[in-house]
């Protein structure tokens, strides 16, 4: 990780800490969840990651359906 991720990620603990010291604890729930879901798409849209190239492949095996026959 780069530095100035690293420096993201501490700046946004110590807003989250210093919200649950000093607010309500719905709205420090509230703030820090905003907080985490802005750094991952932060992240997520700064990756070379995609999820539907086949070079990078799955553990998730592919649904197979049973193949119709045709009955008596």
């Known amino acids: ?3 100035r991720l690293i420096s993201g990620v501490a700046v946004l603990l110590i ?3 210093t919200a649950a010291a000093f607010l309500p604890a719905w709205l420090g729930v ?3 969840s905003l907080a985490l879901a802005l750094l991952y798409i932060v992240v997520r849209l700064n990756s070379r990651f995609d999820p539907l190239d086949p070079r990078f ?6 649904i197979t359906r049973p193949r119709d026959s045709d009955g008596p």
């Open 57 to 62: 492949g799955s553990c998730i095996p592919p």
């Open 30 to 32: 509230l703030l820090c």
């Open 15 to 17: 807003i989250c800490v």
């Open 1 to 3: 990780m780069g530095s």
